[in-house]
């Protein structure tokens, strides 16, 4: 078994809680961070920035936590030779974009909060007032990066906006709090989260038992996409829940024993795959946790 993690996500709570998890049932996977390395796709060799060497034909089930263009092309080739990914290459592109995430929820009527794509911040600008508060995303970011709160049209001018692309979204009256759906194959877990630009800072996550539509709306977004391991952000407004966003493989902040959640969702999809993942002899490369 294996784990490709971007480099960045390896500070993280996940997916370290979970492979600890699976270390304690005796699995020894290997971690491959894509950032510095190399990729051979005839042979399937992957050559760590430490000069590691691993065959991903080794392995019967790869588990990704990535965005990188080369951990990406590591599980197009476990899937051309049929090993498992989770969650698989097609799955984590279209989330990776917020764009193309945008344009499938939409298309698929799943309840969002409304959403505009420009080609710079200045196109926003004939928007009706309506529209204002105007939450800004980077297409291709995560984490809340460079997320930017417009909260009057004229407030356009003064923004400088480095990518090419542009995703607006309507910032909804709320109560402070941000909704996250965590999701483990078809297990939802929900906590209350301090929204990033009204919400109390000091204020900690608050766990709570989902409520049947909930659970439906976060099976919903999963199936857009072909999710396995996912969160959906959300608000809750006066007209009901609106989705904000879909995220692969999040931290699952605040859900009581997530690593043991992910850890026996993974063993389980593996027996479903009809492959029981083993420990594999670890790497000199591989890194700790």
């Known amino acids: 078994m294996a784990f490709i993690v971007d480099g960045r996500y390896l500070r993280q709570e996940m997916p370290g809680a979970a492979i600890r998890r699976l270390q304690a049932k005796g699995l020894e996977p290997d971690v491959l961070c894509p950032q ?8 399937g060799t992957f050559v760590s920035g430490s000069d590691a060497r691993s065959d991903l034909n080794n392995y019967d089930v790869i588990v990704a936590r990535c965005r990188d263009a080369l951990g990406l092309a590591l599980l197009a080739y476990a899937e051309t030779a049929g090993i498992l ?3 698989s290459r097609s799955a984590t592109e279209q989330v990776r974009s917020k764009a193309a995430m945008a344009v499938a929820l939409e298309r698929a009527g799943v309840p969002c909060a409304p959403t505009v794509l420009a080609s710079d911040a200045a196109a926003l600008g004939d928007l009706a007032e309506d529209w204002f508060p105007l939450l800004l995303k980077p297409t291709l970011r995560d984490n809340g990066h460079r997320l930017q709160l417009i909260c009057r049209r ?3 001018r003064d923004v400088h906006w480095p990518e090419q692309l542009v995703l607006a979204q309507r910032y909804l009256p709320h109560d402070g709090f941000d909704l996250k759906l965590y999701v483990c194959g078809d297990r939802v877990f929900a906590t209350r989260k301090p929204s990033p630009f009204d919400g109390d800072p000091a204020a900690a996550p608050q766990p709570l038992r989902p409520e049947p539509g909930l659970v439906d ?9 072909g999710l396995d391991i996912y969160g ?24 009581p024993d997530a690593a043991g959640e992910i850890a026996d969702f993974i063993l389980a999809r593996a027996d479903t795959w009809d492959v029981m993942p083993v420990g594999t002899r670890g790497h000199s490369g591989a890194f700790a946790f």
Do not use: K
Request: aromatic fraction near 8%; charge should be negative.
């Open 85 to 87: 990914t989770i969650n």
């Open 154 to 156: 004229d407030d356009l």
């Open 36 to 43: 510095g390395a190399r990729f051979d796709p005839v042979s």
């Open 217 to 225: 709306l976060a099976l919903r977004c999963g199936r857009v996409f």
């Open 232 to 255: 959906v952000d959300a608000i809750e407004t006066a007209d009901g829940v609106a989705v904000l966003e879909v995220n692969e493989f999040p931290n699952f902040t605040a859900v």
